[in-house]
């Protein structure tokens, strides 16, 4: 019997920032990094969420791997906020995980203000701490930005306008980021889930659960797991997209 052996590189001791850290696929993929030995950084907004995700840090006695902000990533003012807090905490920074993100319907529903914040939120904060990202790698020779995008770039489905434009976007620029940022020993990954139990479904937890349950519907812990896939492949192969749906979500 042939004798496999793998060269992954280890997480133990990596920096990571996680914007969007503390729901969803955010907070499962910061828990599941810090529990591999990574020192992370979480970005969120809200801070009744954040001390959720530190309590659930200290019961699993990872609280010393994880640093925590609180901004608001639709304004400069937050973006500046977490790249200054990214210099003071991570002496390095290895991985980016861009994964703030706001749900939001068709064209038809809201207005200016509310579009803007959609916008700057999934599209624009994910430029702005990317460019932040590739300064800071550049200098080391080295490191990876995991854009965390959807489906829907895909699906285009009706009534979500403004959410599927901003995820298009995230698909466009993460495929011309790669090619900008590549030979400077930096990766790019797209990550597309399908639908996935978090705060941003409009159901019920109940409801995604027993969706979970028949196969309809992923655990944030899934996608968790390909981040950790996809940055700890060794330095030749890269990731360049990932495409997970639950089994029977047929799209």
């Not at 466009?172 to 139990?197: C, D, H, M, Y």
Request: hydrophobic share 45%.
């Amino acid at each position: 019997m042939a004798n496999f052996q793998t060269d992954t590189q280890t997480l133990e001791g990596k920096n990571i920032l996680i914007t969007g850290g503390t729901t969803g696929i955010g907070r499962a993929t910061a828990l599941a990094l810090a529990a591999a030995g990574a020192n992370v950084l979480i970005v969120g907004q809200d801070p009744q969420h954040l001390q959720d995700v530190l309590s659930d840090a200290e019961k699993a006695g990872i609280s010393n791997k994880i640093k925590s902000l609180i901004a608001d990533m639709s304004v400069e003012d937050g973006i500046n906020a977490v790249t200054n807090a990214g210099n003071a905490e991570l002496d390095t920074l290895h991985v980016l995980i861009n994964c703030a993100a706001l749900a939001y319907q068709g064209i038809s529903d809201g207005n200016y203000a509310e579009w803007a914040k959609i916008v700057n939120t999934n599209v624009l904060a994910y430029l702005a701490l990317s460019n932040y990202a590739v300064k800071r790698m550049k200098e080391a020779k080295g490191g990876h930005i995991v854009n965390i995008g959807s489906m829907s770039a895909d699906v285009r489905e009706k009534d979500s306008s403004v959410y599927v434009a901003t995820k298009g976007a995230v698909q466009a620029f993460s495929e011309s980021l790669r090619k900008e940022v590549n030979e400077l020993g930096i990766k790019v990954t797209l990550i597309e889930p399908g639908a996935v139990g978090t705060d941003m479904q409009p159901v019920s937890v109940p409801d995604q659960q027993k969706n979970i349950e028949n196969l309809e519907m992923l655990k944030a812990e899934d996608i968790a797991q390909a981040v950790i896939y996809a940055i700890t492949q060794p330095q030749r192969s890269d990731v360049v997209e990932i495409k997970i749906r639950p089994h029977l979500q047929i799209i």
